[in-house]
T-cell receptor, first 112, second 114 residues
Framework: DAGVIQSPRHEVTEMGQEVTLRCKPISGHDYLFWYRQTMMRGLELLIYFNNNVPIDDSGMPEDRFSAKMPNASFSTLKIQPSEPRDSAVYFC??????????FGSGTRLTVV | AQSVAQPEDQVNVAEGNPLTVKCTYSVSGNPYLFWYVQYPNRGLQFLLKYITGDNLVKGSYGFEAEFNKSQTSFHLKKPSALVSDSALYFCAVRDETGGFKTIFGAGTRLFVKA
């Protein structure tokens, strides 16, 4: 298996623009997690899905953030409109049974 | 509320010496505990987990961790460090009653000197 695949690896965008981050989980995994990593706040869980259903989105910072999982092999995290403080590395992770996650390589987002 | 603490920002070890990266946790129920490693510009890699059973858990790359319920600790250890072990290490905890919301520590940077 290729592991968790995220795209793009790097994204630079202007403030106010819409940003969409993409994730393909490992086949057969039933949990998918979106995390954000910054120097100041460390690794934060934003939202997670079980069997494509959002279970806990209490970590989503604002209404500007939204996440979808239309099927078992694809998820998106969207920020609209983006702001400079959204600059971070965003990780997607998947697991089977919710224990011991496998992380993607991350998307480094820079909002200028 | 669950929380996890990694008291050391950085640990320095000479190659061949044993290493310990400390972690303490707080949960309301039985803990699920994890260690992850992150190399530069990479995602986190799962090392090992404790769910139940033997307090000494063995994981990838020769790492192990000891669960100590009375001290609420889950320290990561390796008998002989390698230069290639230099990376950022994260301890994480999940409360069995809290769904699958996993809380990560701030991370400890390990430097292994040749």
């Amino acid at each position: 298996d290729a592991g968790v695949i995220q795209s793009p690896r790097h994204e630079v965008t202007e403030m106010g623009q819409e940003v969409t981050l993409r994730c393909k989980p490992i086949s057969g995994h039933d949990y998918l997690f979106w995390y954000r990593q910054t120097m100041m706040r460390g690794l934060e869980l934003l939202i997670y899905f079980n069997n494509n259903v959002p279970i806990d989105d209490s970590g989503m910072p604002e209404d500007r953030f939204s996440a979808k999982m239309p099927n078992a092999s694809f998820s998106t995290l969207k920020i609209q409109p983006s702001e400079p403080r959204d600059s971070a590395v965003y990780f997607c992770a998947s697991s089977r049974g919710g224990v011991g996650s496998y992380f993607g390589s991350g998307t480094r987002l820079t909002v200028v | 509320a669950q929380s996890v603490a990694q008291p050391e920002d950085q640990v320095n070890v000479a190659e061949g010496n044993p290493l310990t990266v400390k972690c303490t946790y707080s949960v309301s129920g039985n803990p699920y505990l994890f260690w992850y490693v992150q190399y530069p510009n990479r995602g986190l890699q799962f090392l090992l987990k404790y769910i139940t059973g033997d307090n000494l858990v063995k994981g990838s790359y020769g790492f192990e961790a000891e669960f100590n319920k009375s001290q609420t600790s889950f320290h990561l250890k390796k008998p002989s460090a390698l230069v290639s072990d230099s990376a950022l290490y994260f301890c994480a905890v999940r409360d069995e009653t809290g769904g699958f919301k996993t809380i990560f520590g701030a991370g400890t940077r390990l430097f292994v000197k040749a």
